[in-house]
């Protein structure tokens, strides 16, 4: 395809991604407003992120081994409806339980456009030439995660919280029509098409069961309970059968486990769980930290979050761009977790009484760090696979990434309610001990997302304190996964990026059969 010609295609694709992405800064801020409005709570508050992240961490390896069997256009076309279906029920959600299912729905077309989108446009752009296109990449997630935040405030602030929903309709369907009208790609068709239901059913299943015990542990029942207990076991046994399907029985499996044979992708899935901890898991509570530590309206937190996405933005240019330039892509993978690792390092320190620009400063290093990380692991993956693995082989890094951050939001979501909880009840206790007049303003349920806004100066300066010290813990206990990140990263050998779609051993094969 001619750079033109990619160009075209490639609007439709990044409409997509960037509804994609929307989908999930746009509520960010809207949350703390959702919760108080449908009577939720702060478990709900995780699970309206959770429930999303889950379907499309599980759908993922499904989507990608789909675009390796059918035509990938319809592919993405039919991720868009089925996130547009969503979008629509969620906007009109009368309870807590009705927007969770809905973020579900959501979750299962974001599962598809996240993979398919890195899939298509490696199948029309070579690794060595797709740092070209990276930088627009990197500058669709910046505008989403960017604007997002901010849309989803001035929504909130004036015609309600549903429109947060209703507003990527509109991008949909536009990207819908300009991938009908540019998107032009052969289509492989194969007779011996065989879709592995069941092995594709248990791997649900089980990261499905290991969510919901990562996210109810420690609070809807003990760590060490038989329900804890059953919840593990049954896990690890749905899991397990998973892998025999999938290493046994199916004869085209979901996730086919012989690349993990190869070094960088083994690496590179190790890297991207716990990337995934430590990036989803503890930023996604930030918004939360700036209105409920801070006291700041939905407009001023996602203000605060160009912080972190101009550090990703930047960083995500200049590094496609260098690396399209020389092939050469490790140095700028270490260094960006080396930035990773500072950021994450920094954040842990803020509390409630954190400056807002030391925070500031502290998002954008995170932001620098992940921007030169993400695209180029990804990068590094399709740079070493056949084309004929790469929908599988691209969708077991997002599949990684996206469990490891379902698990970070659940688990470190659970940390912040319970420490959140204690300090709260601790401090009310002394308060009322010496003020028992404040006892009228005060909530009894603690595990709530009260608004600070309309407390006594007293009360709300305990619940600011509680909020800021559990942001800094969640990212303190991030750290280690940041460091193992590294670790995994460091041991990735460079392979210099090749200059054709296909590897040089599918070329030689059709050279052979000509």
Known sequence: MTHRQVL????????????????????????????????GSQTGYTWVV????????????IWGKFADLF??????????????????????????????????????????LTALVQVVIASMVSPRERGRYSGYIGAVFALATVSGPLVGGVLVDTVGWRWCFFAGLPVAALAFVVLQKTLRLPVVKRDDVSIDYLGAFLLVGGVSILLVWVSLGGQNFEWVSWTSALLVVGAVAVVGAAIHVEANVAKDPVIPLRLFKDRTLTLATVASVL????????????SLYFQRAKDMSPTEAGLMS?????????????????ISNTGVWKRWLVGGMV???AGIALLST???????????????????????????????????????????GSSVVAFFRSLGGSV??????????????DAVQSGLTKLLTIHPEYASAVSHDTGGIPDVSGMPAPVRAIFESAFGDATGHIFLVALPFAVGALIAVLFIKEVPLRTSVKREDELMAEATQA
């Open 275 to 286: 990337i995934g901890v430590a990036m989803f898991g503890s930023t996604v509570y930030l």
């Open 50 to 61: 959770v429930a999303t992240m889950l379907a499309m961490t599980a759908t993922t390896p």
């Open 71 to 112: 035509d990938k256009k319809l592919l993405v076309q039919t991720a868009l409806i089925i996130f547009s279906i969503g979008s629509l029920i969620a906007g009109f959600a009368p309870s807590m339980e009705v927007l969770i299912g809905a973020r579900v729905v959501q979750g299962l077309g974001v599962g598809g």
């Open 408 to 421: 970070g939001i659940a688990a470190l979501g659970a940390v912040l309610a319970h420490q959140v909880a």
């Open 350 to 392: 803020i509390d409630a009484g954190t400056p807002l620009w030391h925070t500031g400063i502290f998002m954008a290093v995170l932001g620098l760090g992940l921007g030169a990380t993400m695209q180029n692991l990804v990068l590094a993956v399709q740079n070493t696979i056949a084309l004929s693995d790469m929908g599988a």
């Open 339 to 341: 930035a990773v690792i």
């Open 8 to 39: 075209e295609a490639l609007s439709g694709l990044l409409l997509a991604m960037f509804v994609a992405m929307l989908s999930s800064t746009i509520v960010s801020n809207a949350l703390p407003t959702i919760v108080d409005d449908l009577q």
């Open 306 to 322: 160009i912080c972190m996405v101009g550090g990703l933005l930047v960083s995500s240019i200049v590094s496609g761009r260098v």
